[in-house]
Nanobody
Framework: QVQLVESGGGLVQAGGSLRLSCTASGRTFSNYAMGWFRQAPGKEREFVARISYSGGSTYYADSVKGRFTISRDNAKNQAYLQMNSLKPEDTAVYYC??????????WGQGTQVTVSS
């Protein structure tokens, strides 16, 4: 089992920045690719970003490319999502995930991000 806890959400004005953190415990963190997803009210959960086991490869949804950066620190068992130039449409609950083989096997409880216009 892997336990994931997100932090760093909050209220920010459009154009502002936030940095989300995901702290993992349980199994070996570096065995898992890490991802960030989000779910806005009334919408399905959607992919935001993903980072490989070593951090050497990253992937982004087109909607956040160039504004968000995913990273990880395997020594600290943490993954991060730096979000810049935030827009009101980025408002959602953001979830951290851990998985192998391209899937998401474990999920955090989510952290709310609200971007005001």
């Amino acid at each position: 089992q892997v336990q994931l806890v997100e932090s760093g959400g909050g209220l920010v004005q459009a154009g502002g920045s936030l940095r989300l953190s995901c702290t993992a415990s349980g199994r070996t963190f570096s065995n898992y690719a890490m991802g960030w997803f989000r779910q806005a009210p009334g919408k399905e959960r959607e992919f935001v970003a993903r980072i490989s086991y070593s951090g050497g490869s990253t992937y982004y949804a087109d909607s956040v490319k160039g504004r968000f950066t995913i990273s990880r620190d395997n020594a600290k068992n943490q993954a991060y999502l730096q979000m810049n130039s935030l827009k009101p449409e980025d408002t959602a609950v953001y979830y951290c995930s851990a998985g192998v083989g391209g899937g998401s096997d474990y999920w955090g409880q989510g952290t709310q991000v609200t971007v005001s216009s």
